[in-house]
């Protein structure tokens, strides 16, 4: 069982940066492919970004198109950590942003943190 608890969420001006963090539990975080989706009011939850591990750091990742040279993923895989900063944040980056872990057919979830861009 793995329990991801998000953190770092809240109001910020278009242009600004905020840093998402997500602690996980258990001893095997380093073998979780971790992601960040983000979910908008009346739209579907999307993929934001995704790592991969590699030894015990971040290895290989990818990104959606509308975030790309904006947001940056990474983990530690000795804090059990994985972070999502952002900058140069726009409106229509304004969702509910949740931390994803996938082993195999075994998945989990976060519970969400508010982001709101908003002058």
């Known amino acids: 069982q793995v329990q991801l608890v998000e953190s770092g969420g809240g109001l910020v001006q278009p242009g600004g940066s905020l840093r998402l963090s997500c602690a996980a539990s258990?001893?095997?975080?380093?073998?979780?492919?971790m992601s960040w989706y983000r979910q908008a009011p009346g739209k579907e939850r999307e993929l934001v970004a995704r790592i991969i591990s590699v030894g015990s750091v971040g290895g290989p990742t990818n990104y959606a198109d509308s975030v790309k040279g904006r947001f940056t993923i990474s983990r530690d895989n000795a804090k059990n950590t994985v972070n999502l900063q952002m900058n140069s944040l726009k409106p229509e980056d304004t969702a509910v942003y949740y931390c994803h872990a996938k082993r195999s057919w075994t998945e989990y979830w976060g519970q969400g943190t508010q982001v709101t861009v908003s002058s």
């Open positions: 258990g001893s095997t975080f380093s073998s979780y492919v």
